[in-house]
């Protein structure tokens, strides 16, 4: 990632870390129950949330694992998670970890589990982020990614894509179901599942967590209200004397695994040696 967008990043998540701490629409959701049930967490698992903003994801899995490694690009970001979850308490499983999600500072596979949510439309690279994911599980890890999903309407998706960037100017790039299938296929992960999630937000708290001013707020407000009939229908939007009160929109859930471990047949049996002993044969093999 180039490192002038990488301090962009930093920048803008680590003067609005607080709002993310506090948004309900990180918090909770349905999207957090659908990727337990597709992980099916268990104690004996190592679990990687890669970008977890206010430790959202890390905190609901926690209780589930052995171990989450709570990691972001920000360190006031980490810093505002780790409070996050001191305050809520119950847990002592949760470690902090500064990284890039294109370029882990983990070994090769470190974990059981991974995780990525509401993050991967900031990637410079996905790809390269996804070949990382992949090196950095366990054979037959499990991996959710979820991300909001690009409306196959192209005049629809021009208006997601503008506005998402209006609102947080570290947005690059949504995607739809096509091109994220073919980039999991492409990282020589195994996709499993897809599921499609609706999310309503509150537009006031929406605008809040990207720390936009009253200008822009209420430029972001027009762009809603003089929308198409065709986007007002697709993300629901809900208003009140010219003020947008809420909208909807569709998160994608991306449940892929990485390759088990392949079985080899050792073959050194069949060509014993004159002086090898059939104990000896059959002690190799078992190697």
Known sequence: ?????????????????????????????DDLEEAAGLLKP????????????????????????????ASDLTMQMLKKAQEHIADEGQVDNVVFREADAEDLPF???SFTLLTCRIA?????????????FHRVLRRGGRMIIIDTLVPPDPEVAEFFQTMELMRNPTHLKAFNEDEWTGMINDS?????????????HDFQEWTKTAGLKREKVQELNRFFMNASPKVHDYFKIESFAGEVESYTDQKILIYATRKEKEKHIHHKAQVVAPTETAEDSEAESSD
């Open 1 to 29: 990632m180039d490192s002038k967008f990488k301090n962009k990043i930093r920048e803008q998540f680590s003067k609005t870390a607080s709002a993310y701490v506090e948004a309900t629409h990180f918090s909770a959701g």
């Open 120 to 132: 991967a439309h900031h990637f410079a690279d996905v790809p390269r982020a996804l070949r990382e």
């Open 188 to 200: 020589e992960l195994i996709l499993q599942e897809i599921k499609v999630v609706s999310k309503t």
């Open 107 to 109: 070994p090769a596979g």
């Open 42 to 69: 268990s104690h004996d698992d190592n679990m990687l949330d890669v970008a977890c903003g206010g430790g959202h994801m890390a905190l609901f899995f926690a209780p589930m694992v052995r171990q989450v490694v």
